[in-house]
C-alpha cells in the first residue's frame, strides 16, 4: 500500500497548484485514514501553503486548527512570518492564473508551483531576511535523484562574486582591455585529425567526443549550422544508447551555435534530468526560459519558476519572475475574475471513505479519480504533455495508463516514431507481443532514417524473439549493427541467434 501511496503523491503533484487543493486534502484523509498520520501532516502543511499562496487565508486557518489537532509542532511552524509575507504579496500574486495550464516540458513541470521568489532587497530593520532563504515561499515539485546540497557551494561562490571588493585595485596600464571570452571560440584542430573524428563516428555515432571536436572544427570554418547538426545528431545517438550525461553536455555546446533553438533546448533538460545532477538541470532549464522569453512569455514564466524550485537563490529566475508580476499587475482584475468564474469547474472533492479493506480496489478507485483530475487540465491538443505525462505513468510501471497518454499525444500531433516506439515499448512489457510488433512495424513504414529507428529496429527483433520467428528477428538485428554495433546488446543476440539458427 505504501507504494500506491507514493504513485497518488507524485500524480498529486502533476495537478496545477490551483487545482491540487481538494487533491491534496482527499489524499491527507486516505492517508489519515490507514494509519499514516505524518505524510498526511505533510500533505496538510504543502494544502496550508498552497491556501496562503493563494490568498485563501480563512481556508488555511482551517487547515492549520486540523494540523494542530494532530500535530501541534507542525502547525506552529505553518504560522505566518512577517518577513516573508510581504514579500510574497508583492510578487507572487499577479502571478497566480491561467498560465500554468500551460504546463508542458517533463511530468514534473505539471506540478509548478505559482510561487515567485521573494524580494532581495529588504528593510534594515531585518537584516535576517537577506541571508536566510524563505522557507515556507516555496514549495519545490520532488524530482528524484537531485540534492538541493549539490547546490550550496557554487550559489554561495556566485553570492559572493557579486559583493564589492574592499580594497582599490591597483591601476594597470591593460586595465580598460575587453576580456578575451576563451569558451566562445575553441581554436581550431588540426585538419588531419578529422578523417580520424568522422571514422570514430562511423563506429560510434554517440561519440560525443570525437562530434565536439569536429563540430569545433567545422564552427571555426563558417558551417555553423553543420556543426550543430553534428552536435545533435551525437546527442541523440548517446540518449538511445543511455548515455545521457554525454548526450546533455553535446546538446549544451549545440546551444551556443542556436541559442534559440527552443527543440533542443527542451531535448536537452529531458537529458539532464535523467541525469538527476541538479546544476545541469538548472542551467538547462535557465536557457530553455531565456530561449522562450521572446516566443513565449507564459512558458519561459512557468520554466523560470521551476528553476526557482531546484534553486531558491537564482538570481536570472527572481528576477524574470519580478518583471513577470509587474508587467502583470495591471491585468489584476481580469486574473481574479477569470480564477472566480474557473474554480467552479476545476475543483473537485473527494468523499472521505472508510477504507474498505481491499487495498488494490481503494488504490485503483484514487488512482482513477487522480488521473481523470490531470485530464481534464491537459487539452487533447497538448501533445507535449500528453507524452511527457506518458513517460510518467510508464516509470510508475501503469503501463495501461501511459499506452492511453501515448495514443492522445499520438493523436495531438507528438513526434510518430518516438511515440510509436514508446507505445511497442509498453505492449512489449505487457507481453503482448503480436500487438507490440504491430505498432513498431507502423513505426518502421513512416520513411524515417536507419538512424531514427534504432530503438524501434531493436524493440522489433526482441517482439519477433518471443514470436519464435527467429529469420526476423536476425534482419531486425543485424540493421542495427549495420548502423551502431555498440547499440544497447544488438550484437550479443545477433550472435546468440546466429548461433542457434546454426546448431538446427
Not at 159 to 186: G, N
Not at 290 to 315: F, G, M, Y
Not at 325 to 354: C, K, M, N, Q
Amino acid at each position: 500500500m505504501d507504494d500506491a501511496f507514493q504513485a497518488l503523491r507524485r500524480l498529486v503533484e502533476l495537478v496545477p497548484e490551483e487545482d491540487s487543493i481538494e487533491a491534496r486534502r482527499a489524499l491527507a484523509d486516505q492517508l489519515l485514514s490507514h494509519g499514516h498520520t505524518a505524510e498526511a501532516v505533510e500533505q496538510l502543511q504543502a494544502l496550508h501553503r498552497t491556501l496562503r499562496r493563494l490568498g485563501r487565508e480563512a481556508e488555511a486557518a482551517e487547515v492549520r486548527e486540523r494540523l494542530a489537532t494532530l500535530d501541534p509542532d507542525a502547525a506552529v511552524a505553518e504560522e505566518p512570518t512577517d518577513v516573508v509575507r510581504p514579500a510574497r504579496e508583492e510578487v507572487v500574486e499577479p502571478s497566480v492564473g491561467p498560465a500554468l495550464d500551460d504546463a508542458w516540458l517533463d511530468p514534473s513541470l505539471l506540478s509548478l508551483s505559482g510561487a515567485a521568489p521573494a524580494a532581495t532587497a529588504e528593510p534594515e530593520s531585518t537584516p535576517a531576511a537577506s541571508t536566510e532563504p524563505p522557507t515556507l515561499a516555496v514549495e519545490v515539485a520532488p524530482i528524484e535523484g537531485l540534492e538541493h546540497t549539490y547546490l550550496a557551494e557554487p550559489l554561495a561562490a556566485a553570492s559572493r562574486s557579486t559583493e564589492p571588493p574592499t580594497e582599490e585595485a591597483p591601476a594597470s596600464p591593460t586595465v580598460d582591455l575587453p576580456l578575451l571570452d576563451l569558451d566562445a571560440v575553441a581554436p581550431a584542430p588540426p585538419a588531419d585529425s578529422e578523417p580520424e573524428w568522422r571514422q570514430r563516428l562511423e563506429r560510434d555515432p554517440g561519440d560525443v567526443e570525437a562530434a565536439l571536436a569536429w563540430a569545433e572544427r567545422r564552427a571555426a570554418t563558417g558551417a555553423v549550422e553543420e556543426a550543430r547538426d553534428l552536435l545533435v545528431r551525437a546527442a541523440e545517438a548517446a540518449a538511445r544508447a543511455g548515455r545521457y550525461a554525454p548526450a546533455a553536455h553535446a546538446l549544451a555546446r549545440a546551444h551556443a551555435f542556436a541559442p534559440l533553438d527552443v527543440a533542443t533546448l527542451q531535448r536537452r533538460v529531458e537529458f539532464a534530468f535523467r541525469v538527476g545532477e541538479a546544476p545541469a538541470l538548472v542551467a538547462a532549464y535557465a536557457d530553455l526560459a531565456r530561449a522562450l522569453e521572446a516566443s513565449d512569455p507564459l512558458k519561459a514564466t512557468a520554466v523560470w519558476r521551476r528553476v526557482l524550485d531546484l534553486d531558491p537563490q537564482h538570481a536570472d529566475a527572481q528576477r524574470a519572475l519580478r518583471v513577470e508580476a509587474e508587467r502583470e499587475y495591471v491585468h489584476l482584475g481580469s486574473l481574479i475574475l477569470d480564477e472566480l468564474g474557473a474554480e467552479a469547474t476545476t475543483r473537485f472533492v473527494v468523499p472521505e471513505e472508510e477504507p474498505s479493506g481491499d487495498e488494490d480496489r481503494d488504490f485503483a478507485e484514487m488512482l482513477a479519480v487522480f488521473r481523470q483530475k490531470v485530464q481534464q487540465n491537459i487539452d487533447v491538443s497538448d501533445s507535449a504533455s500528453h507524452y511527457d505525462l506518458g513517460l510518467a505513468f510508464k516509470e510508475m510501471g501503469l503501463l495501461d495508463e501511459a499506452i492511453a497518454e501515448f495514443q492522445v499525444a499520438l493523436r495531438g500531433g507528438a513526434p510518430p516514431v518516438a511515440t510509436l516506439e514508446m507505445l511497442g515499448e509498453c505492449f512489449f512489457e505487457k507481453g503482448q507481443h503480436r500487438l507490440a510488433a504491430r505498432v513498431l512495424d507502423r513505426a518502421l513504414r513512416l520513411g524515417a532514417s536507419d538512424a531514427e529507428l534504432l530503438g524501434v529496429m531493436y524493440l522489433l527483433g526482441r517482439c519477433e524473439e518471443a514470436l519464435g520467428r527467429p529469420e526476423r528477428a536476425i534482419d531486425c538485428y543485424e540493421r542495427i549493427v549495420a548502423l551502431d554495433i555498440h547499440f544497447r546488446d544488438a550484437a550479443q543476440r545477433l550472435a546468440a541467434l546466429r548461433s542457434q539458427t546454426a546448431a538446427r
